[in-house]
């Protein structure tokens, strides 16, 4: 009786079949592309009229690229939709899906008006009146012609377009708002307001509603 020749299996072939077992039972976890990010329309910061106003260019080459802004890959646990305000880096964050964020480049508040914590959008603004508190024309005696409201236009602190925050169940003045001065942007430089270019609060504004989580950290 003539014996059956012995069989030989490649390590090739064996490796392969290995893999697939394993594979099968889940041993090796399948590996999932990042998400692309979103796509949004090309940024635009040149000379326009918005309102009745004129907003004039902002030339961006005098402002560091980091403060530009930008769609990235950004980490937390905030839900999408969520503003994450981050002081010590002068950088606002609109949280996107599958791991993204919309960041803008911002100035925050000056050494001793610098806050953090919880607040909510509960009013927005397009062009809007100033009123500076009573404190803040103690301090700056020549904002007295305005303790009645500054009317908007380009010229108001308040720029184009801003965002009024409730924070601990009241207005305490905080605000997201656009700023004349663009070249704020990236300083410690407000009464803890948050500056934003006048291009980019305009942005900001038509992606987020009232009531939308603002967290300053």
């Given at each position: 009786?003539?014996?059956?020749?012995?069989?030989?299996?490649?390590?090739?072939?064996?490796?392969?079949?290995?893999?697939?077992?394993?594979?099968?039972?889940?041993?090796?976890?399948?590996?999932?592309?990042?998400?692309?990010?979103?796509?949004?329309?090309?940024?635009?910061?040149?000379?326009?009229?918005?309102?009745?106003?004129?907003?004039?260019?902002?030339?961006?080459a005098e402002i560091p690229e980091f403060l530009h802004r930008q769609i990235l890959r950004y980490q937390t646990e905030?839900?999408?939709?969520?503003?994450?305000?981050?002081?010590g880096n002068r950088l606002l964050h609109l949280v996107l899906d599958h791991g993204h964020a919309l960041r803008y480049?911002?100035?925050?508040?000056?050494?001793?008006?610098?806050?953090?914590?919880?607040?909510?959008?509960?009013?927005?603004?397009?062009?809007?009146?100033?009123?500076?508190?009573?404190?803040?024309?103690k301090r700056e005696p020549h904002l007295e012609r305005w303790k009645d409201g500054q009317p908007g236009g380009p010229?108001?602190?308040?720029?184009?377009?801003?965002?009024?925050?409730?924070?601990?169940?009241?207005?305490?003045?905080?605000?997201?708002?656009?700023?004349?001065?663009?070249?704020?942007?990236?300083?410690?430089?407000?009464?803890?307001?948050?500056?934003?270019?006048?291009?980019?609060?305009?942005?900001?504004?038509?992606?987020?509603?009232?009531?939308?989580?603002?967290?300053?950290?």
């Amino acid at each position: 009786m003539t014996s059956a020749p012995p069989t030989h299996i490649s390590r090739r072939r064996l490796l392969g079949g290995t893999a697939s077992a394993l594979a099968l039972a889940g041993c090796v976890p399948a590996l999932t592309p990042p998400s692309p990010p979103p796509e949004f329309p090309p940024i635009d910061y040149s000379a326009r009229r918005d309102g009745g106003h004129a907003l004039p260019a902002i030339n961006m080459a005098e402002i560091p690229e980091f403060l530009h802004r930008q769609i990235l890959r950004y980490q937390t646990e905030e839900p999408p939709g969520t503003v994450i305000i981050e002081n010590g880096n002068r950088l606002l964050h609109l949280v996107l899906d599958h791991g993204h964020a919309l960041r803008y480049g911002i100035s925050v508040g000056r050494e001793g008006f610098d806050w953090t914590g919880a607040s909510t959008v509960y009013r927005k603004a397009r062009w809007p009146t100033w009123t500076p508190p009573p404190e803040m024309i103690k301090r700056e005696p020549h904002l007295e012609r305005w303790k009645d409201g500054q009317p908007g236009g380009p010229t108001n602190p308040l720029g184009a377009r801003a965002l009024y925050l409730l924070t601990d169940g009241r207005d305490q003045g905080y605000r997201i708002h656009g700023t004349p001065e663009w070249r704020s942007i990236g300083r410690f430089a407000s009464s803890g307001c948050f500056r934003m270019l006048q291009q980019d609060v305009i942005d900001l504004y038509e992606r987020v509603p009232i009531g939308t989580k603002v967290v300053v950290i």
